[in-house]
């Protein structure tokens, strides 16, 4: 339980104060069960490089957890900071303009 708050304080300050000076590229969101949104960035993932950043931001804004993606044969896999494991379909994905050159470029992507 110590190492998930751990991260999940990590990225509360990812995501307020880091990213004032150098925002990620945010990639697209999935709207969740519980009316917020999963938000998939650019930025590297703290524990695992070769993995990006993502995070939940609730109804009111507030992150309320935290991990590393990988997006391969269509589905996007989150691995969440206590531990969980999903995966997303593209299908439910909002994606952002930058989205598809940034597909290009990310050398963990297999199609």
Same mark, same amino acid.
């Given at each position: ?5 751990k ?8 995501v307020s104060?880091a ?6 590229m ?13 938000v998939?960035t650019s930025?590297? +993932?703290?524990?695992? @490089? =070769?993995?990006? %950043?993502?995070f ?7 992150v $309320?957890?935290?991990? +590393?993606?990988?997006y @391969? =044969?269509?589905? %996007? ?5 206590d531990g969980?494991?999903? $995966?997303?379909?593209?299908d439910?994905?909002e994606?952002t303009?930058? %989205? ?7 050398e963990?992507?297999?199609?």
């Amino acid at each position: 339980m110590q190492t998930v708050t751990k991260w999940l304080a990590v990225a509360v300050l990812m995501v307020s104060t880091a990213w004032a000076k150098e925002p990620p590229m945010l990639i697209g969101t999935i709207e969740n069960k519980a009316g917020g949104q999963i938000v998939f960035t650019s930025r590297p +993932c703290p524990r695992e @490089k =070769d993995k990006r %950043f993502v995070f939940i931001r609730d109804q009111g804004g507030q992150v $309320s957890a935290a991990g +590393c993606w990988v997006y @391969k =044969d269509r589905l %996007f896999w989150v691995f969440w900071s206590d531990g969980d494991v999903f $995966s997303y379909d593209l299908d439910a994905f909002e994606p952002t303009p930058d %989205f598809e050159a940034y597909l290009e470029t990310f050398e963990g992507v297999q199609s």
